[in-house]
């Protein structure tokens, strides 16, 4: 199994630029999760779908951010515009069932928003 | 407001010593807790957990303690390994929810 596969996993935009991660998560999981990490904050979950439906997108800071899972093998999250703020690692984790206690996390994109 | 806290963003152990990682929570519903470990340039991956009815879970070199009275849990780890330096993530997820809170990580340095 390759694991939950992020792209890219490096970024460097422009403040104001639109950015959009990428997730495919482990096949069979049926719940897919965002996170963010910062040195501050540390990883902050951002939402989480489940069957392909947003369950909880109460961490999303603010409208800029829009996250989809169009169908079982794919996520995306979206920043418009960014900004230098968003700067962090972004995270995709999958895990087979809701409430399972493992998250099988992607390596991440490191976004530099400038 | 960090509900999951842990206070030592670092920690440096002898190779052959415990390494005793700790965190505290705020929220009195939380009901599950891991820990996961993640090296540099790789996302997080899972430890060890315990649920609230317990207040000790082991796997090998690995121990986490829960005091719920004191909203508080640890990670020991004996002996410690220099292939144990990674960074530390705590997490939470409340009743009824699969929601996982994480903390802001401990960097714990084994120092051969």
């Known amino acids: 199994d390759a694991g939950v596969i992020q792209s890219p996993r490096h970024e460097v935009t422009e403040m104001g630029q639109e950015v959009t991660l990428r997730c495919k998560p482990i096949s069979g999981h049926n719940s897919l999760f965002w996170y963010r990490q910062t040195m501050m904050r540390g990883l902050e979950l951002l939402i989480y779908?489940?069957?392909?439906?947003?369950?909880?997108d109460s961490g999303m800071p603010e409208d800029r951010f829009s996250a989809k899972m169009p169908n079982a093998s794919f996520s995306t999250l979206k920043i418009q515009p960014s900004e230098p703020r968003d700067s962090a690692v972004y995270f995709c984790?999958?895990?087979?069932?809701?409430?399972?206690?493992?998250?099988?996390f992607g390596s991440g994109t490191q976004l530099s928003v400038l | 407001d960090q509900q999951v806290k842990q206070n030592s963003p670092s920690l440096s152990v002898q190779e052959g010593r415990i390494s005793i990682l700790n965190c505290d929570y705020t929220?009195?519903?939380?009901?599950?807790f891991l820990w996961y470990k993640k090296y540099p340039a790789e996302g997080p991956t899972f430890l060890i957990s315990?649920?609230?009815?317990?207040d000790k879970n082991e796997d090998g070199r690995f121990t986490v303690f829960l005091n719920k009275s004191a909203k508080h849990l640890s990670l020991h780890i004996v002996p410690s390994q220099p292939g144990d330096s990674a960074v530390y993530f705590c997490?939470?997820?409340?009743?009824?929810?699969?929601?996982?809170?994480f903390g802001t990580g401990t960097r714990l340095k084994v120092l051969a």
């Open positions: 984790a999958s895990s087979l069932a809701e409430g399972s206690e493992k998250l099988f």
């Open positions: 929220n009195s519903m939380f009901d599950y």
């Open positions: 779908f489940n069957n392909n439906v947003p369950i909880d």
């Open positions: 997490a939470a997820r409340g009743s009824g929810t699969y929601k996982y809170i």
């Open positions: 315990i649920s609230s009815i317990k």
